[in-house]
């Protein structure tokens, strides 16, 4: 099998089960996005999932990222609307510069710290004439409130979404969330939607809510996930080879 049909066959695959978790939780497909997560997969592969009918792209590592989002760019073919890139990794703050030159979203803002330095970031390349638009945040939420992976524990959330909707160069849209490990899915999904709900009633443009990956897109959509980020049952375990 090509590459093109390998990939097809699991897009395919992927949006059958989005639309069997829509049907069984009865909402509407098309209120389910799909960012395609494509760490660690060549750029050749998001051109082909673009063709296939996908426009928006997850990565986790910045300086990954940035060569590749060059690489699609260039071989986007003419007329066809360009790539949008979402940051999904954590992210340090000496990072941000290089993140909003290419990012149209970052879904992992988990401090004050971080969202004041994209904030300048993308205040400095408006300002330069390389970006035309704020920058789309979403917070990330920690499930079990443990700093060593990431997100903002429950009870820094509605402060940071205080900070980040007050910053000129940010658009608070809403929450990301990731079920932590060995976590019953169930659980840690129904805290994140009480958790989106709380944003939403201070914030009410704050309406997206990522969550859901490979492994519990049918559980986070049940919870009322509007993105699923889903990288393995798209791309498969490709890893990125060196030229
Ligand atoms: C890698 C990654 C995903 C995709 O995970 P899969 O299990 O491969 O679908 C989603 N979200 C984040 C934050 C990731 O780092």
Redesign the pocket.
């Known amino acids: 099998m090509s590459r093109r049909d390998d990939l097809a066959a699991r897009l395919g695959a992927v949006r059958e089960r989005i639309a069997a978790a829509c049907a069984a939780a009865g909402r509407d497909p098309a209120g389910v996005d799909l960012l395609a997560?494509t760490?660690t997969v060549p750029a050749a592969d998001v051109l082909t999932l673009m063709d296939l009918g996908l426009t928006a792209f997850?990565e986790?590592r910045v300086q990954e990222a940035g060569a590749k989002v060059a690489e699609v760019a260039a071989g986007t073919p003419a007329g066809r609307p360009a790539a949008r890139w979402h940051l999904?990794?954590g992210l340090q703050r000496n990072k941000a510069r290089a993140a909003v030159e290419w990012a149209d979203r970052v879904e992992s803002v988990d401090s004050v710290r971080l969202a004041d330095a994209l904030d300048a970031a993308v205040r400095r390349a408006v300002d330069a004439g390389r970006r035309a638009r704020p920058l789309s945040v979403l917070l990330q939420f920690s499930v079990d409130g443990d700093p060593k992976r990431g997100g903002v524990p429950p009870d820094g959330l509605l402060p940071l979404a205080e900070h980040v909707a007050s910053c000129a160069g940010l658009r608070l849209d809403g929450l990301m969330a990731?079920a932590p490990l060995g976590a019953d899915p169930d659980t840690a999904f129904a805290s994140v939607a009480a958790a989106a709900e709380r944003v939403r009633t201070a914030f009410p443009q704050a309406t997206t809510l990522s969550a859901g990956?490979?492994?519990d897109l049918e559980t986070a959509i049940r919870h009322g996930s509007n993105v699923v980020?889903?990288?393995?049952?798209l791309v498969g375990e490709r890893r990125l080879t060196s030229p």
């Open positions: 997560v760490k997850g986790n999904v990794g990731v990956m490979s492994g980020r889903v990288g393995t049952a």
